[in-house]
């Protein structure tokens, strides 16, 4: 569905989080409920459906924003298909028509693989907690969001990203198993880096041994690196994990 000029003017405040921006257009998609505070069955699940099918117009819609004015390009706005899945709607409206299909199933799996780990994570206690004292759908949901925008939760493959395009740019050769190795140590020892000594997105505190979405989605990104004639990266990446872990 469209959203609303005053959501449209909540986004384009362009706050510095889109986690921020998204719970700033959730609490205000509560004003545009006839029956907002009807907490049956049956309007909950109206409700979680209507967010589920607003949140990514939301999210592409804040991200062309934020290019538009933080990056000066043009502003691009697109609504959705009904045609096309969520995930093909989301590419659609970031990026216009240039995406691959594979590009589409890769994120398709991602929304399934997080949707299904969310049965007692940080987020999804957040929301049960919240909606237990017999608040609105809306409230419980922006409180979730808060919790998920944590770098110890949903923000820590913000973290895992920052770092590694750190390590990208601090080593002279990707290939050179020795200089990984040392560089690894010395994050550890809290010489480079942020200081914190932690290699982020090594050792999930839940999947000790291996995260089984990790599994599915490396042979998906391995087939996208070499659709995006990124293969040296992608392998770069594969020896970081296998380093790091030893």
Known sequence: PLMPKTTLNIIELEGSNIMNILARSVLELYTYDDTPDDISRDNLMRQSIELVSKFPTIIAYAYNMMRHKTLG?????????????????????????????????????????????????????????????????????????????????????????????????????????????????????????????????????????SDPRAVLLKEMARDLASEKGRTEEFEFLERLERIAIE
Do not use: C
């Not at 929304?111 to 780990?117: R, Y």
């Not at 949901?141 to 895992?160: D, T, W, Y």
């Open 73 to 209: 390009r043009s502003l691009h706005i697109r609504h959705p298909q009904k045609e096309l899945s969520i995930a093909e709607n989301f590419l659609y409206m970031l990026k216009g028509p240039r995406y691959t299909q594979l590009d589409a199933r890769t994120l398709d799996l991602l929304l399934m693989l997080h949707a299904e780990h969310g049965g007692g994570n940080n987020s999804t206690f957040t929301v049960r907690v919240t909606s237990s004292t017999g608040t609105d759908t809306y409230s419980s949901i922006a409180a979730g969001i808060g919790s998920l925008k944590g770098p110890k939760h949903g923000g820590a493959n913000i973290k895992v990203n920052e770092m590694i395009e750190h390590i990208k740019g601090a080593l002279k050769d990707w290939t050179d198993e020795k200089e990984i190795a040392t560089y690894l140590k010395r994050i550890l020892k809290r010489e480079v880096y942020d200081g914190m000594g932690l290699i982020y997105g090594i050792g999930h505190a839940v999947y000790t041994l």
